[in-house]
């Protein structure tokens, strides 16, 4: 069974920019949850996604959005971007059996780096 | 919002030597998890607790589900030095935790030849 699967997996923009990040889950998982790690913050909840809608959301400025497809791929958009946005951001499937996503399977991540 | 507080923050230690970490909340948490996370790549998740003082094992890892539901322990036995890496505890709010999960600032484990 492929596990998560994230593209790009390294990226290098400028200020001001945009970017979009895209995540393939697990086959059969339901939902896709996006996070962001840096080395002082750790990881950090972006927002969560299930069939279609976003049902939980973290505490990052509108800049950062998502969205989900009808096949549970999810895309991560960053616009007018800023060096503090430089992370790594993950992506995680879940079979959400509950209201709450919990076991989390992690893709390897994107490196974004903002110069 | 929710801060788990994980200890220590590096570990030195031999190989073949045993390994704790543990992580501990201010509110009461109905799920933890422990991940582990290589360079270069995501937290691949190592045990999942639901049911206070739950004790469960993966291999030479045993991890416990803290009676008090305010926290959680890691042990190792034996490491070896693929252990090496960054281990992280994350845990669900009993309230449903609206921010996803909350995870500590990982405990980085450093074998010594």
């Known amino acids: 069974k492929a596990g998560v699967t994230q593209t790009p997996r390294y990226l290098i923009k400028t200020r001001g920019q945009q970017v979009t990040l895209s995540c393939s889950p697990i086959s059969g998982h339901r939902s896709v949850s996006w996070y962001q790690q840096t080395p002082g913050q750790g990881l950090q909840f972006l927002f969560e996604?299930?069939?279609?809608?976003?049902?939980n959301k973290g505490n990052f400025p509108g800049r950062f959005s998502g969205r989900q497809f009808s096949n549970s791929r999810s895309e991560m958009n960053v616009s007018t971007l800023e060096l503090g946005d430089s992370a790594l951001y993950l992506c995680?499937?879940?079979?959400?059996?509950?209201?709450?996503?919990?076991?989390?399977?992690f893709g390897s991540g994107t490196q974004l780096s903002v110069l | 919002g929710q801060q788990l507080n994980q200890s220590p923050q590096s570990m030195f230690i031999q190989e073949g030597e045993d390994v704790s970490m543990n992580c501990t909340s201010s509110s009461i948490f109905n799920t933890w998890l422990w991940y582990k996370q290589d360079p270069g790549e995501g937290p691949v998740l190592l045990i999942a607790l639901y049911k206070a003082g739950e004790l469960t094992s993966n291999g030479r890892l045993t991890a416990q589900f803290g009676i008090t539901r305010k926290d959680s322990f890691l042990n190792i036995s034996a490491s070896i030095p693929s252990d090496v890496g960054i281990y992280f505890c994350a845990g669900l709010e009993s309230g449903g935790g609206a921010d996803g999960l909350t995870f500590g600032k990982g405990t980085h484990l450093i074998i010594q030849p």
């Open positions: 995680a499937s879940s079979l959400a059996l509950s209201r709450y996503s919990e076991k989390l399977f």
């Open positions: 996604y299930f069939s279609e809608t976003q049902r």
